[in-house]
């Protein structure tokens, strides 16, 4: 949450002349409502149903494409056959701080509202990184590095040039 994952997939795609698929906003456009009012409505579980919904669609029917995918896609059950799984790696510490200082970091702390419980967002960090990394095929370390130099390394280790 908050590492990049959209922007590096939307500029990864543009470069290499590639669609680009998010999962959230899969999700979002088949249930005509945002992340946030499923979860409030229907809960996580619900929410999570919906991820699992969505990667078999994409198994079913993408292909070539770059997909971008929420915080706990991780843990669907036909990941790997999705594609190449890459993991944008930074410190718990370089994701807050990004966010906080981004152009317009109200509005980037709303869309994660986990942020505002530094804390709580830590512990989930913390949960996930040992998943995230035991599950990827390819890690690139984002920290320091301009979006122009992330996507040529994903490129060069996903074979994509």
Not at 13 to 41: C, H, M, Q, V
Not at 55 to 81: P, Q, R
Not at 146 to 161: D, G, M, R
């Amino acid at each position: 949450m908050g590492v990049g994952k959209g922007t590096t997939a939307r500029a990864l795609a543009k470069a290499y002349n590639l669609y680009n698929i998010d999962t959230d906003d899969l999700i979002e456009s088949k249930e005509n409502r945002k992340i946030k009012k499923i979860f409030a409505e229907e809960g996580e579980a619900h929410f999570r149903a919906l991820e699992q919904e969505s990667a078999d669609w994409i198994e079913k029917h993408v292909t070539g494409t770059i997909i971008s995918c929420g915080g706990g896609f991780y843990k669907i059950k036909n990941l790997s056959k999705l594609g190449t799984i890459v993991l944008l790696n930074a410190s718990y510490e370089w994701i807050y701080n990004r966010i906080l200082t981004s152009e317009n970091p109200e509005k980037k702390l709303k869309k994660r509202p986990l942020f505002s419980q530094p804390k709580e967002a830590k512990k989930l960090y913390n949960e996930r990184e040992t998943a995230y990394k035991s599950i990827a095929d390819i890690v690139i370390n984002v920290e320091g590095k301009c979006l122009e130099k992330v996507i040529k390394e994903i490129a060069k280790k996903s074979k994509i040039v």
